[in-house]
């Protein structure tokens, strides 16, 4: 373990305020591992006057729902709604809007608390149900920002791990898995070591250039391990996996530890929506650091420039070919794909090929890939009236900008014109345009970049 990450880990526990570094998390700073105290300080500072009004889901009396949304005087819920689009605009710009390098075959396995502690109802209508809500989101989501990569899934109960879900590279698949609620009823106590260990074990065969990750979603408090878990933790280390853990109930220590030891975040969750932000910030592919590569440099990969890889672009066969039998399913059906090296035929790419191990993509897929290594910059709003340029249509949609300030009241983040210009082509785009170029097009229509 560097010691940096060690005089992280004893601020924090000498701060003897865990509030204080769920805030931290809250904000997305906890990742900037590197920043000075001074800006950790003032990050922790600015979060407590948010957690004035943002208490534990177990802490909070009964919310109605319907109190949190404020109509304005006019009975308009523009307000309301301009929140939320500046809350996501904020987070955009803590995004790096510059070139890093990162990981785009990822491989990840999803680990589900399963214990009783899951049928909790501090989160509505219960931890189970809303995570069970969220994970379903959380793999569409992913696969559609990583076509790459794929997901196995484990669940904890009775002590025991169990495999939900092979790793497979169809969403449908995955999502398929937990679609049977009763199926995955939570029973007994969780045990993270099993879990980790399974997720291990299914990752151990997987090429270097790929990411090995391991989410967990932990609601429990204890957990029932056979052995020594810090030997797991170890293992995991020396293999390059990334452990990420989404608390529901409060900070473990060992959780913290599996987190810090081997990369990964670690954010207990406040509520509902912020169980929701924690786990959706991590469908972004990870950055690769340099620690990483010279930590797993037994595996004799200590070229820093590049690793080529093997991939194979399929042909597709038409509905009207011969039926014959895939080598995935053995189902016999027409339509299909080519193996370019061996000709197997496949169903579905992205996949590895079952005869000869090669990747089949298809270019689509390595394209939609590619956004997250040359992101969108994020665009600016204009607040000042003075700079306002004089175009009167938005570049995306030529739908026209009202003339005067839409709101009085300037909410971080949101131009009172509603206009946003991108720092490039000093284009100005509106609401509407600016989210759908950076979640969707990832390609400004402005300047083509
Ligand atoms: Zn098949
Ligand atoms: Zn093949
Ligand atoms: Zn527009
Ligand atoms: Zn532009």
Redesign the pocket.
């Known amino acids: 373990m560097p010691p940096r990450k060690n005089d992280d880990y004893m601020e924090v526990a000498s701060d003897d305020s865990l509030p204080s570094d769920v805030d931290e998390v809250y904000n997305g700073k906890s990742k900037g591992k590197g920043k000075g105290k001074a800006t950790e300080r003032k990050t922790r500072e600015k979060g407590k006057s948010k957690n004035n009004e943002q208490p534990y889901a177990w802490e909070a009396s009964y919310v109605r729902s319907w109190d949190t949304v404020q109509e304005d005087e006019a009975g308009s819920l523009q307000g309301a709604v301009e929140d939320l689009i500046a809350r996501n605009r904020r987070r955009r710009l803590l995004a790096p809007s510059t070139a890093i390098r990162r990981t785009i075959i990822r491989h990840l396995v999803l680990v589900l608390d399963l214990s009783s502690s899951m049928m909790d109802r501090d989160m509505r209508p219960t931890r189970f149900d809303l995570m069970l809500e969220y994970a379903r989101s959380f793999i569409s989501e992913w696969f559609d920002q990583n076509p790459l990569g794929q997901i196995g899934i484990v669940g904890m109960r009775s002590g025991i791990a169990e495999r939900i879900g092979e790793m497979s590279g169809n969403p449908q698949d995955v999502l398929k898995t937990i679609s049977e609620r009763h199926k995955l009823e939570p029973a007994g106590d969780p045990s993270l070591q099993n879990a980790v260990e399974m997720a291990r074990g299914s990752m151990s065969h997987l090429p270097t250039h790929s990411s090995r990750e391991i989410i967990i979603i932990f609601g429990s408090l204890t957990t029932v391990d056979p052995g020594n878990i810090h030997d797991t933790l170890d293992a995991c280390v020396k293999d390059r996996i990334r452990i990420a853990v989404v608390a529901l109930a409060a900070e473990m220590k060992i959780c913290r530890d599996l987190c810090d030891k081997t990369g990964g975040s670690f954010g207990v969750a406040l509520n509902d929506g912020h169980f929701k932000d924690l786990l959706f910030e991590l469908i972004p592919p990870p950055a690769q650091r340099a620690v990483s590569r010279a930590a797993g440099a037994g595996a004799g990969t200590s070229n820093p420039t590049a690793d080529l890889m093997m991939m194979g672009f399929p042909t597709r066969l038409p509905n009207t070919s011969a039926p014959a039998l895939c080598v995935c399913h053995s189902d016999l059906k027409s339509e299909g794909f080519l193996c370019p090296r061996c000709s197997a035929k496949l169903c579905d790419v992205p996949t590895d090929c079952d005869i000869c191990g090669l990747m089949i993509v298809s270019s689509p897929h390595l394209a939609r890939s590619y956004h997250h290594l040359f992101p969108v910059k994020p665009y600016s709003a204009v607040v000042d009236g003075a700079k306002v340029s004089p175009s009167n249509a938005?570049?995306?949609?030529?739908?026209s900008f009202s003339k005067s300030s839409a709101s009085s009241t300037i909410t971080d983040g949101v131009s009172p014109f509603g206009r946003y210009k991108c720092p490039d082509c000093k284009n100005d785009?509106?609401t509407?345009?600016d989210v759908f170029v950076h979640d969707v097009v990832h390609c400004c229509p402005g300047c083509g970049k």
């Open positions: 938005c570049t995306g949609c030529s739908s785009f509106c509407d345009c």
